[in-house]
């Protein structure tokens, strides 16, 4: 554990909490950590973890301007449930992703743990730009991915971030039930 993945860990946490309660500040912050983490990733040779972080700076970015772009702060972005259509397509995506990534880690890097982190690559890309659109299924995709994240960084020794995708584990079930009593949830 560093001093560095103390501090990123940290933000972390607020920033996921920060998503939970809808403020924006979550977006921000996020961006930071997410930058933090990839040279972490990198460091630790999971790679698909590291380009995971430089696409969540990119998404940051975009679930920032998702929940800020209307002229009225009444008009921001609502929590919405997607239909079974949209998530099985949504998954579909992330299964494609993980396939394609996992074996291009496999062949072309000396990646620890090519198909795994390609695997939580893909569907932890599914659940962000869910999370920027507000939508609730993000929440449970990624209590999924989490608790598979954690197993892996014990294994990789990244103790402080097996307790953070711990954290962020609670956090999502959290985020669940605060998004789903959200009165403006369409699709009820």
């Known amino acids: 554990m560093s001093g560095l993945e103390l501090f990123a860990a940290a933000l972390g946490v607020i920033a996921v909490w920060l998503t939970v309660r809808q403020n924006i500040w979550c977006w921000p912050i996020g961006l930071v950590m997410v930058v933090l983490y ?24 975009y679930g920032w301007w998702q929940w800020t772009r209307p002229d ?24 494609l992703t993980s396939l394609v990534l996992g074996a291009a880690m496999a062949h072309w890097t000396d990646a620890a743990q090519p198909w795994l982190d390609a695997g939580l690559t893909g569907f932890s890309l599914v659940a962000q730009v869910w999370m920027a659109q507000k939508r609730l299924q993000c929440w449970a995709l990624w209590f999924v991915v989490d608790v598979i994240f954690v197993g892996l960084f014990l294994y990789k020794g990244l ?30």
């Open 38 to 61: 990839s040279w972490i990733f990198y460091d630790v040779k999971l790679y698909s973890d590291m380009l995971l972080q430089l696409v969540y700076a990119v998404l940051n970015l």
């Open 72 to 95: 009225r702060v009444e008009d921001a972005r609502q929590v919405t449930r997607l239909d079974t259509p949209t998530v099985l397509c949504g998954l579909g995506a992330g299964l």
């Open 159 to 188: 103790y402080l971030t097996a307790a953070l995708y711990g954290l962020f584990t609670l956090i999502a079930v959290r985020g669940w039930v605060q998004w789903r009593r959200d009165p403006a949830l369409v699709g009820a």
